[in-house]
T-cell receptor
Framework: ETGVTQTPRHLVMGMTNKKSLKCEQH?????MYWYKQSAKKPLELMFV???????ENNSVPSRFSPECPNSSHLFLHLHTLQPEDSALYLC???????????????FGNGTRLTVT | GQNIDQPTEMTATEGAIVQINCTYQTSGFNGLFWYQQHAGEAPTFLSY??LDGLEEKGRFSSFLSRSKGYSYLLLKELQMKDSASYLC??????????WGAGTKLIIKP
């Protein structure tokens, strides 16, 4: 496999459920990201991991909990979500900033999350 | 605050040329990216500009004017498969990416 792979592609969950989104990258990158994409809105950066350490948490509610066990894998654990959390959740990877400032992000196809 | 402006939607005809504009107001500038995103798919990298001028890649070109806070993506010889959303993003002085809301491009036969 190549690129960035996200699972599941679609997820429907109730507000009391607990679920996890998974992301895996096969590009040898050392930075990974979670973004939220809502219709007609800019991408919202949620979390950034660089060399497996969280370097950014953009005031994301605690019902979203990231985990980065190694430089190839990233998880987003979800619990007690709200209907307004329904969106497309995108994972991305890149070379770490500082080494290559024009390094583009490589995105996965996303998980379409619906909270009922 | 920081802001990226792009038209919400544009329509063009197959075989024609279309220009998608992006204006930005950011705290500093460390490059501008264009991405293409087909419905239900991942955004994919198209181009990067950090110096003023035009960068050409096949049917796609991207232009930057830093003094005007302005960029455009030019698509030539449009094909139906070019129907997608086009996202503009600027890296600011802290190397954070600031994203526009995207322009949905509709290609008609």
């Amino acid at each position: 496999e190549t690129g960035v792979t996200q699972t599941p592609r679609h997820l429907v969950m109730g507000m009391t459920n607990k679920k996890s989104l998974k992301c895996e990258q096969h590009l040898g990158h050392n930075a990974m990201y979670w973004y939220k994409q809502s219709a007609k809105k800019p991408l919202e950066l949620m979390f950034v991991y660089s060399l497996e350490e969280r370097v950014e948490n953009n005031s994301v509610p605690s019902r979203f909990s990231p985990e980065c066990p190694n430089s190839s894998h990233l998880f987003l654990h979800l619990h007690t979500l709200q209907p307004e959390d329904s969106a497309l959740y995108l994972c991305a990877s890149s070379q770490e900033l500082g080494e290559d400032y024009n390094s583009p992000l490589h995105f996965g196809n996303g998980t379409r999350l619906t909270v009922t | 605050g920081q802001n990226i402006d792009q038209p919400t939607e544009m329509t063009a005809t197959e075989g024609a040329i279309v220009q998608i504009n992006c204006t930005y107001q950011t705290s500093g500038f460390n490059g501008l990216f264009w991405y293409q995103q087909h419905a239900g798919e991942a955004p994919t990298f198209l181009s990067y500009n950090v110096l003023d001028g035009l960068e050409e890649k096949g049917r796609f070109s991207s232009f930057l004017s830093r003094s005007k806070g302005y960029s455009y993506l030019l698509l030539k010889e449009l094909q139906m498969k070019d129907s997608a959303s086009y996202l503009c993003a600027v890296r600011d002085s802290n190397y954070q990416l600031i994203w526009g809301a995207g322009t949905k491009l509709i290609i008609k036969p």
